[in-house]
């Protein structure tokens, strides 16, 4: 999963001033972590002690509160008898990607992605797009190859996957949806030759760029079996103790060595 928290990281910078370019400098001296790595944490966490993900993302959110949440999140989190608010924004899909290391069933995957999303997102899209990012890390890391990931997911959840990061890039814009995140984020990974290659591909189409970048990130971590290691270092030197060793405890648990 430090691919997704790396992902967030290379692209926080550019979430307000998006780019159309794949050349930018990997860590900007202002990159930062976003939300995007706070939840993704606590979901890993949840995994880890066997706690709810609405305790676990409650407990660890709050710890970060201007991490960077949506406001209707933000009144979620700050909620003493919180619900679900029918929302189908790509806060499903970028918090889920400890789910796909974690599980070994397409099921208990697309079962724990779905348990993930809906203590908030539980409009029908931001259940997908947490199950097709969550079976895309599975698929990826189980040795399926990119073709096979694009048909199944593609077919499972029809999303539009046939097209490329160059057609896209020319007409995309800032989205915070699942619909318009999702796809776009698979595609960063299906059109890369390396982990470098698909968190490039996802900053440069010049939307929601942490967001996209940590869901590609995640996916592409699954797939190249490794996340390079001047940029494990990289995060290692920005995540505070806390959320360090949670990634650490969850990688060593659950990622086998060279991933």
């Not at 550019?14 to 794949?22: D, G, L, S």
């Not at 608010?85 to 806060?91: K, P, T």
């Not at 001047?230 to 949670?246: A, N, T």
């Given at each position: 999963?430090?691919?997704a ?6 692209g926080?910078i ?9 050349k930018?400098?990997l ?13 993704t944490v606590?979901?890993a966490?949840?995994i ?13 959110g ?7 949440y ?14 679900p ?7 499903s ?39 097709a ?5 599975f698929?990826?890391r ?7 990931i ?9 999303y539009?996957?046939?097209?490329t990061?160059?057609?896209?890039r020319?007409?995309y814009?800032?989205d915070?949806?699942?619909?318009g ?17 698909a968190?490039r591909?996802?900053?440069s189409?010049?939307g929601?760029s942490?967001t ?15 996340v390079p ?18 990634t ?12």
């Open positions: 999963m430090i691919g928290i790396a992902g967030d990281i290379i926080s550019y979430e307000r001033h998006p780019i159309k370019t794949k930018f400098p860590f900007d001296p202002t990159c930062r972590f976003t939300d995007d790595t706070v939840l606590a979901v966490n949840a880890l002690t066997g706690r709810s993900y609405q305790e676990s993302i409650r407990k660890i709050r710890q970060y509160p201007n991490a960077g949506g406001g209707s999140f933000i009144q979620w989190l700050g909620s003493d008898n919180p619900h608010y029918n929302s189908w924004g790509n806060g899909a970028m918090r889920v990607s400890p789910v796909g290391f974690a599980f070994n069933t397409e099921e208990e995957v697309l079962s724990e992605a779905k348990k993930s999303a809906e203590i908030s997102h539980n409009h029908l899209e931001g259940i997908k797009g947490a199950q990012t969550a079976l895309s890390i698929l990826a189980t040795g399926h190859d990119k073709e096979i694009r048909s199944e997911i593609s077919q499972r959840f029809e539009d996957l046939d097209r990061v160059d057609r896209i020319k007409n814009s800032f915070i949806s699942c619909q995140t999702v796809p776009e984020a698979i595609i960063a990974f299906l059109d890369s030759c390396s982990y470098e290659d968190v591909n996802a900053v189409l010049g929601d942490d996209l970048a940590c869901i590609t990130g995640g996916i592409a971590e699954a797939f190249y079996n490794r290691g001047r940029i494990v270092i990289k995060v290692q030197g920005i995540l505070p103790p806390d959320l360090l060793k949670i650490d405890d969850f990688c060593q648990q659950y990622l086998p060595p060279g991933l």
